[in-house]
């Protein structure tokens, strides 16, 4: 017997997200620009009020064909959302999703200090476990990569003229997380960083995580001393 044809099973939230023309061409906005846009560029390019540009914004991260960071493009002071499309990425192993999702709830409920200064800590102390499970390379860059690898970041190494080392992060493994909390999510992500550095000895007080770094990845800088950078 025929099993009949294949086809995509529709996703009514996506679908009601859609339903709108001003919805389908601010997605289409966004996936043209590699890099993202703030809720100010879609304002302009599109005329509408920046609340109105927002709240349809919001709506396309909820059903997920956005996702939205900070990216401050190394500026001081806090910077605007940027949203940029979804992509459909593998997550990462299913312990670790689990694992930052229930901190994410213990930090909601918390509900005082700084959400992102608490997750940075504990990213920390999870960053140190990793590393502490993952065989010693040749050079803390070398651990470090090996962790981001093994939570399916698919790191990439990016030496710089000015002798800074830079890892671009093409797939976000915890992207489902990221829409829930984007402040916390990403301050647990540049903790472990700072982690796995500190249990390698490299230390971590030049390590930062720019969300939308690159056009098609997050960026880590990592400002290192010279004895323990990775060869040229």
Not at 4 to 26: K, M
Not at 27 to 45: N, Q, S
Not at 205 to 226: D, K, N, Q, Y
Request: with cysteine.
């Amino acid at each position: 017997m025929g099993a009949g044809p294949v086809g995509e099973t529709i996703d009514p939230t996506r679908h009601r997200a859609l339903g709108t023309a001003s919805r389908a061409s601010i997605l289409e906005l966004v996936r043209d620009a590699g890099g993202g846009l703030t809720i100010a560029e879609v304002g302009e390019r599109t005329g509408l009020h920046p609340s109105t540009a927002r709240s349809h914004l919001d709506r396309l991260v909820d059903a997920g064909l956005l996702v939205k960071a900070r990216a401050s493009g190394g500026q001081p002071g806090r910077p605007a959302w940027r949203y940029r499309a979804a992509t459909g990425e593998a997550p990462a192993p299913a312990p670790y999703r689990a694992l930052a999702a229930a901190l994410l709830d213990h930090l909601a409920r918390q509900g005082r200090g700084d959400v992102r200064a608490e997750a940075t800590r504990a990213g920390q102390d999870w960053g140190r476990h990793l590393a502490a499970a993952t065989p010693a390379g040749g050079n803390p860059v070398d651990t470090l990569l090996a962790v981001l690898r093994g939570l399916g970041f698919n790191p990439g190494l990016h030496p710089t003229a000015d002798g800074s080392t830079e890892i671009h992060l093409s797939t976000c493994p915890f992207l489902e997380l990221v829409n829930r909390n984007p402040d916390a999510i990403c301050a647990l992500h540049v903790g472990v960083v700072r982690g796995v550095l500190d249990h390698a000895g490299a230390g971590t007080s030049g390590a930062v995580l720019e969300p939308f770094g690159a056009p098609t990845a997050c960026v880590v800088r990592l400002t290192l001393p010279p004895s323990v950078r990775p060869p040229a």
